[in-house]
C-alpha cells in the first residue's frame, strides 16, 4: 500500500497529492509517469510525474476528474492509500540526457496548457536546480483552473501567464504569447516544450514549425493503460507507428500527426470504436505486448 500524505483541491475537478513511494522517488526523472490503482478492482489510470522528493521517499501526482475512477480518487484523503504505485515508467525529458554544458546554452521554451502545467512543472525545476533558467508560459481557460503558479514562478527564469478569457494576466491563447515572445520581442528560443491537451499542442506545433522552432510534446494525454497493451495511445509520428506509454511520452511535436490521434481519442471512447480500431490496424494495435484490455 502506498500511503497518501497529503490531498487537496488545486481548482475546480484539479487535484494534487503526495503519495509515499521511495523506490520511484529513489529513480524518477522530468517527464516520466506512474500508474496508480486505488484498490484490486480499480482502474489503472497513468498520470504524469508532477514531483518527487528523494529523501522523503514522495511523489507528487496532479489528476483531474474525466470519469468516474479520478471522481472516486478526488475523495481520497491524507492517510489513504492506493494498492498499487508503479513506476517510473516512460522515458525521461530529452533534456536530462543533454550534458550540463550544453543545457546552458541552449534557450529553451516551454508551453503548459491548463493541467499540463504539472508535467511541466518538474522539468523547469530540474533545470533550475542545474543552474539552467527557462522561459515558461503557462496558459489556463479561467483565472480560477490556474494551478501551480506560484510553484513555476519560483523555477522559471522568466513565466508569463495567460488566460482564454483575460480574467488574469494576459488575454488569449498560449499561441498569441508565442507569437509576441518570438516575433515582436525578438526572443530566439533552440527549443520548444509544449504539454497540454491534445488540440492546444497541435495549434503550437503548427505556429512552432513556420518559426522554425524545434519543439517536443509529450502525449500523456491519450495514455489509457499505460503499457502498450490496449492501444490507446497509438499515434503515427514521422509516418512510423508509436505508442506514448512505451516509446514515449515525448515526441518530435511537428513529426505527429495529431488529427489522426484526436480522431482515435473519439473512437477510444467506445466499444464499437476500439472494435474498429482493432480491426483496422491488426498487429499494430498493440505496442508489442500483446493481449488485449
Not at 92 to 117: H, R
Request: hydrophobic share 35%; glycine share 10%; proline share 3%.
Amino acid at each position: 500500500m502506498y500511503k497518501i500524505l497529503k490531498a487537496e483541491k488545486l481548482a475546480d475537478n484539479i487535484y494534487l497529492m503526495d503519495v509515499e513511494a521511495k523506490r520511484v522517488a529513489k529513480s524518477c526523472m522530468p517527464g516520466q509517469f506512474v500508474i496508480v490503482k486505488i484498490d484490486e478492482k480499480g482502474e489503472r489510470i497513468p498520470l504524469t510525474i508532477c514531483d518527487y522528493d528523494r529523501e522523503k521517499g514522495t511523489i507528487t501526482i496532479v489528476f483531474q476528474i474525466v470519469g468516474a475512477s479520478t471522481a472516486r480518487m478526488s475523495k481520497l484523503k491524507a492517510g489513504d492509500s492506493f494498492r498499487d504505485f508503479t513506476g517510473p515508467l516512460g522515458r525521461p525529458s530529452e533534456l536530462c540526457d543533454k550534458s550540463l554544458e550544453e543545457l546552458k546554452k541552449m534557450k529553451i521554451l516551454f508551453v503548459a496548457g491548463g493541467v499540463g502545467t504539472a508535467p511541466v512543472y518538474p522539468q523547469v525545476k530540474w533545470l533550475k536546480e542545474n543552474g539552467v533558467d527557462a522561459d515558461v508560459i503557462v496558459g489556463s481557460k479561467t483565472y480560477d483552473l490556474l494551478i501551480l503558479e506560484k510553484e513555476m514562478e519560483a523555477v522559471a527564469g522568466n513565466l508569463y501567464v495567460t488566460t482564454d478569457d483575460g480574467s488574469y494576466k494576459r488575454k488569449g491563447m498560449v499561441t498569441e504569447v508565442i507569437k509576441d515572445l518570438v516575433t515582436n520581442e525578438g526572443k530566439k528560443y533552440d527549443v520548444c516544450i509544449a504539454i497540454g491537451p491534445m488540440i492546444m499542442m497541435k495549434f503550437v506545433c503548427l505556429l512552432t514549425k513556420d518559426l522554425d522552432l524545434p519543439t517536443v510534446v509529450s502525449l500523456n494525454p491519450i495514455m489509457v493503460d499505460g503499457t502498450g497493451m490496449c492501444g490507446a495511445c497509438r499515434v503515427t509520428v514521422g509516418g512510423e507507428v508509436k505508442f506514448a506509454c512505451v516509446d514515449g511520452p515525448e515526441f518530435d511535436g511537428h513529426k505527429v500527426d495529431f488529427d489522426q490521434a484526436m480522431k482515435r481519442q473519439q473512437l477510444y471512447k467506445t466499444e464499437e470504436g476500439r472494435a474498429f480500431l482493432r480491426q483496422q490496424e491488426g498487429d499494430t494495435h498493440h505496442g508489442n505486448c500483446g493481449g488485449d484490455k
